[in-house]
């Protein structure tokens, strides 16, 4: 399998920190001091109480396990087409919330629902000198 070409990722005021932290292999997660809610993809509110002033961002594990996958066999997007195949997954991290990712660096016979994985980083090329990375990941 090809590696993808991801667009590179923008930064708004919400993602900023998610964005960040990847820069620095880390997933940085929102949680909810009010009502104990950890989310994913990052909000200016908590997605449960709809609560702002409680939200605070923390170092995820970055493992988790497959939910469930597709091996993608034709996709004509801009930077996913020459990755075809690649398996598309959704990952149940440690922490609770569920992210859409690619599984990377094994055989499609190995990926199975309820496998452990593990977050790794794919830098992206940037001219404004910040330091961004997709998460993606592989089998632990």
């Known amino acids: ?30 949680r909810c001091r009010k009502c104990t809610l950890v989310q994913h993809r990052p909000r200016g509110l908590c997605a449960h109480c ?6 605070e961002h923390f170092v995820g594990t970055g493992e988790g396990e497959i939910y469930t996958f597709t091996i993608t066999e034709q996709n ?3 930077g996913f ?10 990952v149940t991290l440690d922490e609770g919330p569920r992210i859409l990712t690619v599984i990377v660096d094994c055989d499609p ?3 199975g629902i309820g496998a452990r994985v593990t977050a ?21």
């Open 76 to 78: 004509q997007a801009r």
């Open 109 to 111: 016979d190995d990926v």
């Open 1 to 30: 399998m090809n590696a993808i070409n991801h667009p590179a990722p923008y930064a708004s005021w919400e993602t900023r920190g998610y964005w960040e932290g990847t820069g620095r292999n880390e997933l940085v997660l929102q």
């Open 120 to 140: 790794k980083y794919v830098k992206q090329e940037r001219d404004d000198g910040e330091v961004f990375a997709v998460p993606v990941f592989e089998l632990s």
């Open 50 to 55: 709809l609560e702002s002033e409680h939200l």
């Open 81 to 90: 087409a020459q990755a075809c195949p690649y398996i598309m997954a959704y």
